[in-house]
């Protein structure tokens, strides 16, 4: 392999990731699906995770004041984990890159790599199916969705919300998630 040949590489994928951005960045063109989406990273914004962590208690008891205690933990790791690799990649968002894709929501930030939004959301799945499997059947399609929203609307990358979910069930996986 010659020294050029890794950056070609990484051009072509960067190129395939802008053209699967610019795809699904379609889908979010007409308003009522844009909408949908819009809702769906907004309440992955947090509301519907402190909505959850209120009711669990409410429902599982002292399970779900363990399970509280576990996501509250949890997601402070996540949160500094994001701050710093933001920092430290700077990678610019979709929407920065590609004239093609469009911005369909405000970000929270400056910076797309990781998805802070599906580093917690798998995390808090995780914790949660853990200790109350049966809520899996709402869990796994709401992360899912958060997930692919990010991408819908032109805030992440792919390889955003892959490394975020990777680093969020890495987090959750830890016995400090226990």
């Known amino acids: 392999m010659t020294i050029g040949q890794p950056v070609v590489l990484v051009r072509w994928m960067v190129d395939r990731e802008i053209a699967i951005c610019g795809v699904l960045n379609r889908i979010s063109r007409p308003p009522k699906v844009k909408k949908v989406f819009v809702v769906i990273s907004r309440l992955g914004d947090g509301a519907a995770w402190f909505l959850l962590m209120m009711t669990l208690p ?3 008891g002292e399970t779900g004041m363990t399970t509280c205690a576990s996501m509250f933990k949890v997601g ?9 690799i933001k920092t430290f990649s700077a990678r610019h968002r979709p929407c920065a890159v590609s004239v ?3 911005l369909s929501t405000p970000p929270l930030d400056q910076y797309s790599f990781p998805s802070g939004h599906t580093m917690h959301a798998v995390a808090f799945s995780m914790i949660v199916m853990a200790h109350h499997p049966e809520l899996a059947i709402v869990l796994i399609p709401f992360s899912s969705l958060i997930a692919l ?3 819908v609307l032109g805030l992440h990358f792919p390889t955003d919300v892959i490394a975020g979910g990777l ?12």
Do not use: E, M
């Open 76 to 84: 402070l790791v996540n949160f500094v984990l994001y701050k710093i």
């Open 149 to 151: 929203s990010r991408v």
């Open 58 to 60: 409410l429902l599982y």
């Open 167 to 178: 680093i969020g069930g890495y987090v959750a996986s830890t016995p400090l998630a226990s």
């Open 100 to 102: 093609a894709i469009t």
